[in-house]
T-cell receptor
Framework: DTGVSQNPRHKITKRGQNVTFRCDPI?????LYWYRQTLGQGPEFLTY????????KSRLLSDRFSAERPKGSFSTLEIQRTEQGDSAMYLC???????????FGSGTRLTVV | GENVEQHPSTLSVQEGDSAVIKCTYS??????FPWYKQELGKGPQLIID?????GEKKDQRIAVTLNKTAKHFSLHITETQPEDSAVYFC????????????FGSGTRLSIRP
């Protein structure tokens, strides 16, 4: 296992289209997190899962955003009806149950044109 | 909610000199303080962390200090090397299992040869 894997690395989409990103965590990690990072800023928390249960969602996660983690393994983040303000780097991280010591993936950079 | 402020936003030091990055947090209930290094095109990487029952922690050339009374914590890098050039983020969590981490806005560190 080489770490947290995110696909695609880059995504360009037209405003109004739907996009879906995938995250494969480190296999023995029960927790999975999604963060969003805009240029020149630190990552902002979006949501996290303990196994397949989504335990917390940020107010940043509008109705257009949905995340899933079926079977407690990989996770997907979908953005419906994309807007230019959605342009950002979307980061996924995983950690053991205790939570300490996130491992981040390299992110998916979304550009909405 | 928790707010983490970080300064300076940019820092340039001569190779071999020390670098110090400072952060403050707002929520006195925060008890876990990780530091991340982010290189271009990559996700943040955990470099060191400290919990609230400890005032200082060292790992080779990196040290962190925590002042709970003042709600300050700092990262110290000694004998800086070119590979230390990156963006550094401080972060804080008040969750006992660090499920949600709030990041500072980052410091871009440049090491001059």
């Amino acid at each position: 296992d080489t770490g947290v894997s995110q696909n695609p690395r880059h995504k360009i989409t037209k405003r109004g289209q739907n996009v879906t990103f995938r995250c494969d965590p480190i296999s023995e990690h029960n927790r999975l997190y999604w963060y969003r990072q805009t240029l020149g800023q630190g990552p902002e928390f979006l949501t996290y899962f303990q196994n397949e249960a989504q335990l917390e969602k940020s107010r940043l996660l509008s109705d257009r955003f949905s995340a899933e983690r079926p079977k407690g393994s990989f996770s997907t983040l979908e953005i419906q009806r994309t807007e230019q303000g959605d342009s950002a780097m979307y980061l996924c991280a995983s950690s053991p149950t205790g939570g300490y010591g996130y491992t981040f993936g390299s992110g998916t950079r979304l550009t909405v044109v | 909610g928790e707010n983490v402020e970080q300064h300076p936003s940019t820092l340039s030091v001569q190779e071999g000199d020390s670098a110090v990055i400072k952060c403050t947090y707002s929520d006195s209930a925060s008890n876990y303080f990780p530091w991340y290094k982010q290189e271009l095109g990559k996700g943040p990487q955990l470099i060191i962390d400290i919990r609230s029952n400890v005032g200082e922690k060292k790992d080779q050339r990196i040290a962190v200090t925590l002042n709970k009374t003042a709600k300050h914590f700092s990262l110290h890098i000694t004998e800086t090397q070119p590979e230390d050039s990156a963006v550094y983020f401080c972060a804080a969590s008040k969750d006992s299992s660090a499920s949600k981490i709030i990041f500072g806005s980052g410091t871009r560190l440049s090491i001059r040869p």
